[in-house]
């Protein structure tokens, strides 16, 4: 009888920690108005995915949103959109760093910057004609 309360104990022991070890994740959409193209896509998603404590990270540069999905133990939503201005893009309320915004290609700037003067910029090869 006591082996069989053992038992019972034991597995009931092992359910609860193993549900234990469920961590926390949340999802934010960051509004990322200055993302205009394929390239600055992969250069957001890139950066993020090292980041400690990001589990997901999809760009929509044609909607401009930046959708994160984050383990909160880990990380917090300022210090994703921190991340992201540190790539040279805005984020929400966060200006792009001045520093990282100046290494970025010609084409991912702002149009009053040298960048495109079409919106969205787009990295499109150039269209031939015959």
Request: aromatic residues 6%.
């Amino acid at each position: 009888m006591k082996k069989i309360i053992f038992g019972l104990l034991a597995v009931g022991g092992f359910a609860l920690t193993s549900s234990a070890q469920v961590k926390a994740s949340q999802t934010a959409k960051i509004k990322t108005p200055t993302v205009g193209c394929e390239d600055c896509k992969n250069r957001i998603e890139t950066y993020l995915k090292r980041y400690d404590g990001v589990t997901s990270v999809q760009v929509n540069w044609h909607q401009k949103i930046t959708t994160v999905k984050y383990l909160v133990d880990r990380t917090n939503i300022e210090e994703i959109k921190a991340a992201i201005s540190n790539c040279g893009y805005d984020a929400d309320d966060i200006m792009a760093f001045e520093e990282a915004y100046k290494r970025l290609p010609k084409t991912c700037k702002k149009p009053e910057d040298g960048g495109p003067t079409k919106a969205p910029n787009i990295h499109a090869p150039p269209v031939v004609k015959q």
